[in-house]
């Protein structure tokens, strides 16, 4: 077996180093025809089409010209000569006089760039010829003009108007002669233009078949090494691939049967090592997962820096607390007060968990939990948050019922209810404690007022209470009433706290009834209205007997009859007196 060990690896070498060779060949080859193709190229775009162009725009400079001497001899030839007009019309021709020279020295100097050129197979005998035909053009045309030109002007100073009219045909018979000839240059510079684009395309052809016959080489010499060693490697690699897809589905007691001693065994030992493993972070991860919420799990293990340096985040807090426990607690042995507590927490933890909250700790009979990125987006938090409140309180009653049967009572000592308290704001997330013992928790103003409403409930006689910041995130996907003013202790203002009446759309008529009359009551309240808000007050516990906030609003209406309050009394209930 050390020898078929050692027979795979030269073959998987020998291959390698076969096709790194086949590889260096091709890129050194594919490098060199491309450079000698961009060489081309290059030629082709930059000098031979734009001395090409040179030519060609040499034709229209002429047109210009002739048509420039014709403008400037009709201003020469008014009766009232106009000096500035014919000094301006003398500049257009001398500039178009000017141009043909110009284009045609570009023209000869993109074609001397040709020929100097040793890199590229042009026919420099050819363009040489082409290049002397330009000069020789451009210096018969300067010279015939000339004098024509001037001999025109001095018998249009004369009149010498019929004489005029004949050196002028000269001229344009000049004109007609050279234009001929720049024609026949432009031929011949075409056929220049056409050779070297076949050539550039001869190149790219040919790089193209030396490219093709190098590929199709490594690819022979790639299927010959597959046929040689499939047969020692399929097997094993179809077993590994099978216990792949049983991991990859979340099986993890699939094993492979380790068949041979070479490197496609050791990598099957190794897979049993792995899937051992992974058995063993699946039993740590379930058993973790009740002591801590899996998606804190999972993005620890994602993402562990979060755990270590802290991030600070917009999240909603809430905290959730079993009303009348310290009292039911008393008349319990610790048995069923286990079987109680792991009931409630279990029923309570539901609907946190189904609408995307995240557990955070279980703290005696309270629950605190929260929702924020990267669980869930920032903009639906406030929301999710509030119907899971409402779900919780919609299995009070269910739970009621229960906890006498769990106990084996006839009757719960005391009677049983829920308070909670939600609260959105900046928050730190990171892992907080010692060095041998720590808990990934949040910290901020917003856990404290979350903890703080849900204490409050008890002074207005609520479920469920959420700070503005809360309210204004859930706007009208929850029916929500304002109770109070709250002055917390450390904050610079009172702010408005809500209680969350029901989902969007399912109060009943005395709930809206409530809400109405209670919003006018607290609106007279803090106007300093007292017998209105009295009256407002009535009407709503008329529409809801009992209406906690209604009746301690009542209360508070009492103390302050009799004792008034002090002069800059905004309203609002400061949390520090209770």
């Known amino acids: 077996m050390p020898i078929f060990n050692q027979s795979i690896r030269r073959k998987i070498v020998g291959i390698a180093l076969g096709l790194i060779v086949l590889m260096l060949v091709t890129s050194i080859l594919s490098m060199v025809m491309s450079s000698q ?65 110009e284009e045609a020295e570009r023209a000869r100097k993109l074609i001397n760039a040709i020929i100097d050129d040793p890199r590229t197979p042009s026919d420099n005998a050819a363009l040489a010829r082409i290049e002397t035909r330009i000069e020789t053009a451009v210096g018969e045309l300067r010279r015939d003009q000339k004098e024509s030109h001037a001999k025109l002007l001095n018998q249009i100073d004369a009149q010498q108007m019929a004489e005029a009219r004949i050196t002028l045909e000269h001229i344009d018979a000049l004109r007609d002669q050279f234009n001929q000839k720049i ?14 684009t076949s050539q550039v395309i001869g190149h790219q052809h040919q790089a193209i078949i030396v490219s093709g016959i190098v590929t199709l080489l490594a690819a022979i010499v790639g299927f010959a090494f597959a046929l040689l060693v499939s047969s020692g490697i399929t097997r094993p690699v179809r077993l590994l691939l099978a216990g792949t897809r049983e991991v990859e589905a979340g099986r993890f007691d699939k094993t492979i049967t380790v068949s041979t001693q070479d490197e496609i065994g050791e990598l ?6 792995m899937t051992e493993q992974l058995r063993h ?22 993402r562990p820096e979060v755990a270590i340096d802290g991030e600070r985040r917009v999240m909603t807090i809430m905290f959730c607390d079993m009303s009348g426990f310290t009292s039911m607690s008393e008349g319990m042995t610790p048995r069923g007060l286990v079987r109680v507590m792991n009931h409630y927490f279990t029923v309570m933890s539901g609907p946190i968990r189904g609408n995307r909250g995240i557990i955070d700790k279980y703290i005696g009979d309270a629950i605190m939990s929260y929702w ?25 009653p269910a739970l009621q019922k229960q906890l006498p049967d769990l106990l084996g009572i006839r009757a719960m000592p005391a009677p049983c209810d829920l308070r909670i308290g939600i609260a959105t704001g900046e928050v730190l997330t990171g892992s907080i404690g010692s060095e041998l013992m720590m808990s990934f928790t949040v910290m901020g103003d917003a856990v404290n007022l ?19 910041a809360t309210a204004d995130a859930i706007g009208s996907g929850l029916e929500l009433r304002e109770i109070d003013r709250l002055a917390v202790a450390g904050q610079s203002a009172p702010q408005p706290i809500f209680e969350v009446m029901a989902r969007a759309g399912a109060l009943t008529g005395a709930q809206d009834s409530l809400r109405t009359h209670y919003a006018e009551a607290l609106a007279a309240y803090r106007a300093r209205r007292f017998d209105e808000a009295r009256a407002a007050f009535n009407a709503a516990l008329e529409a809801i007997p009992g209406d906690g906030p209604s009746r301690t609003m009542l209360g508070r209406i009492a103390q302050l009859e009799a004792k008034p309050p ?13």
């Open 37 to 101: 193709v961009g060489v081309l190229l290059d030629e082709l775009t930059n000098r031979y089409i734009p001395a090409y162009g040179d030519l060609a725009r040499v034709n229209i400079r002429s047109l210009e010209r002739s048509v420039a001497l014709r403008r400037m001899i009709m201003t020469k030839m008014q009766a009232s000569s106009d000096e500035a007009a014919y000094a301006a019309r003398l500049r257009e021709f001398e500039d178009a006089d000017r141009k043909i020279e």
């Open 183 to 196: 024609d026949a240059i432009r031929a011949d510079m075409l056929k220049q233009v056409f050779a070297s």
């Open 268 to 273: 099957a030992a190794a897979f049993n090592r």
């Open 281 to 302: 972070n699946e039993r740590i991860r379930e058993t973790f997962g009740r002591y801590i919420d899996p998606k804190v799990v999972q993005g620890l293990i994602d």
């Open 372 to 396: 924020g990125p990267p669980f869930i987006e920032e903009d639906e938090q406030a929301l999710l948050a509030g119907i899971a409140a409402t779900e919780m309180v919609d299995q009070v």
């Open 450 to 468: 979350a903890s703080r409403l849900e204490a409050v409930n008890k002074v207005y006689g609520t479920r469920i209470l959420i700070s503005q």
């Open 566 to 578: 002090e002069e800059g009394w905004d309203g609002a209930w400061r949390l520090e007196q209770k």
